[in-house]
């Protein structure tokens, strides 16, 4: 029997803090997130170490995944050849949302 699957049932638990964007570089490649992916994001999910979020850094957005140890906190990218963002003094550094989705979109 086949049934037809709604992905936005599956993947939305928080319609209304549920984002969609648009991803710009290689910065997650090893992560399995690509130039031009659009990943899928909640606002309403706590963050948590370990996970890939979606930041604003000193105004600009950046999707890299989080790491809190000992009151600090660190965005590594999933890729060797970008630096880590450690917030500095005087820098602004907000956790946006979690990533719960990336979706590729293949040409036809």
């Known amino acids: 029997m086949v049934q037809r699957v709604d ?10 803090a549920t984002y969609l964007l648009r991803v710009r570089g290689e910065s997650m490649r090893d992560a399995g997130i690509f130039d031009n992916d659009v990943v899928m994001v909640d606002r309403a999910v706590t963050p948590r170490s370990g996970q890939v979020v979606v930041a604003v850094v000193d105004g600009e957005f950046v ?3 989080l790491y809190q140890r000992a009151g600090r906190i660190k965005l590594r990218a999933a890729n060797v050849t970008f630096p880590d963002i450690t917030p500095k003094e005087g820098q602004t550094l ?4 979690v990533v719960i989705a990336a979706i590729k979109q293949f040409r036809t």
């Not at 049932?9 to 928080?14: E, S």
């Not at 907000?94 to 949302?97: A, H, L, M, S, T």
């Open 7 to 16: 992905l936005m049932t599956q993947l939305i638990r928080h319609p209304q």
């Open 94 to 97: 907000e956790i946006w949302g």
């Open 63 to 65: 999707c890299k995944t």
